[in-house]
Nanobody, 127 residues
Framework: QVQLVESGGGLVHTGGSLRLSCAAS????????MEWFRQAPGKEREFVAV????????YYADSVKGRFTISRDNAKNTVDLQMNSLKPEDTAVYYC????????????????????WGKGALVTVSL
């Protein structure tokens, strides 16, 4: 069992920055990859970023590459998503997820493959 709680959402103007954080508890944090997904109104949930168990490997959706940075602190059981140069199309509920089937360099970017989810944090980017 893994419990995930997001924090840090809010309202920001175009071009601004926000930092999301996800606190995990339960299974040993360093044994699984952590991911961020988002879901905009009327759209399907989509992959944003993933970080490997150790934190040495990351991968991003093309839509956020160069603007978002995922990081983790295995001592604190947290994973963060630093979001810069935000655009209105980044408006969504952001979810952190745990991929317990992952290995150091093998992880999924499919929402259906995630094992646990947080409840989400709303990010709104205004013009």
């Amino acid at each position: 069992q893994v419990q995930l709680v997001e924090s840090g959402g809010g309202l920001v103007h175009t071009g601004g920055s926000l930092r999301l954080s996800c606190a995990a508890s339960g299974r040993t944090f360093s044994t699984y990859a952590m991911e961020w997904f988002r879901q905009a109104p009327g759209k399907e949930r989509e992959f944003v970023a993933v970080i490997s168990r150790s934190g040495r490997s990351t991968y991003y959706a093309d839509s956020v590459k160069g603007r978002f940075t995922i990081s983790r602190d295995n001592a604190k059981n947290t994973v963060d998503l630093q979001m810069n140069s935000l655009k209105p199309e980044d408006t969504a509920v952001y979810y952190c997820a745990a991929d317990l089937q992952s290995y150091e360099n093998i992880y999924s970017t499919r929402s259906g493959s995630m094992d646990y989810w947080g409840k989400g944090a709303l990010v709104t980017v205004s013009l």
